[in-house]
């Protein structure tokens, strides 16, 4: 049940506006990050993982509270994450790659070819974790598309509708009758409260 309370503790301080604010903040990491990793990720898959921060930001309230779209994202980021460590996995032959590449388009400048080699293992690991962490912030967004949230509104559905559930009114719904804390009947008209 810890689990459950944190989760709802976290829905709760999720806003329309928190969600643009963290879509935007993540577009400009993902852009950072795209700036220190192009030689070996493309624009392409820097936009593929910042869909779901695109549609935090995105002004509609059937997208930025999509349910079906949070978890079709979600599972696409896992899929991401997964060829990630697979190129982790195998980044020997990622590396073995560019090496050779660089060995036949630069062969005249390029004298120590072992710095080479351990300077293209170090960028490939350095381009796949970033993919990964950036990829996992991109999953809380993708979370945050599944909590409804209305715009203008300072709290989120799912707060609004807990503490509607647990706080009693004290008028009357029929005839708009001031009622005791413990009444189950209002006392002018009679309608059950």
Same mark, same amino acid.
């Given at each position: *049940?810890?689990?459950s309370n ?7 301080k999720v806003? !329309?506006?928190?969600k643009?604010?963290y879509g935007?903040?993540m577009?400009?990491?993902g852009?950072?990050? !795209? #700036?220190?990793?192009?030689? /070996?990720?493309?624009? *392409?898959?820097?936009?593929?993982? *910042?869909i ?14 999509s349910k079906v @779209?949070g978890?079709?994202l ?6 991401v994450? @997964?060829?990630?460590i697979g190129? @982790? *996995?195998?980044?020997e032959d990622?590396?073995?790659y560019?090496?050779?590449e660089y060995?036949?388009y /630069?062969s005249?400048?390029i004298?120590?070819y072992e710095? @080479?080699?351990?300077?293209?293992? #170090?960028?490939?690991i350095?381009v796949?974790i970033a ?8 999953m ?5 598309l ?5 715009? #203008?509104?300072s709290k989120s559905?799912v707060?609004?509708s807990k503490k509607?559930?647990?706080k009693?009114?004290n ?5 708009g009758?001031?009622?005791?804390n413990?009444s189950k009947f209002?006392p002018s008209?009679?309608?059950e409260?």
């Amino acid at each position: *049940m810890a689990g459950s309370n944190f989760l709802d503790n976290m829905k709760s301080k999720v806003t !329309w506006e928190n969600k643009t604010i963290y879509g935007v903040v993540m577009i400009i990491l993902g852009i950072i990050v !795209w #700036g220190m990793t192009h030689n /070996y990720l493309g624009v *392409m898959d820097i936009l593929i993982i *910042m869909i779901p921060s695109i549609l935090l930001v995105i002004p509609n309230e059937s997208v930025k509270n999509s349910k079906v @779209l949070g978890i079709i994202l979600i599972i696409l980021l896992v899929i991401v994450i @997964l060829f990630a460590i697979g190129n @982790l *996995m195998g980044v020997e032959d990622t590396v073995s790659y560019y090496y050779r590449e660089y060995q036949y388009y /630069y062969s005249s400048y390029i004298y120590d070819y072992e710095s @080479l080699y351990n300077s293209i293992m #170090g960028d490939i690991i350095f381009v796949n974790i970033a993919q990964i962490v950036y990829a996992i912030l991109n999953m809380i967004s993708a979370f945050m598309l599944t909590i409804p949230t209305k715009k #203008g509104n300072s709290k989120s559905i799912v707060s609004n509708s807990k503490k509607a559930d647990n706080k009693k009114s004290n008028f009357c719904k029929e005839c708009g009758a001031e009622l005791d804390n413990n009444s189950k009947f209002c006392p002018s008209c009679g309608k059950e409260v």
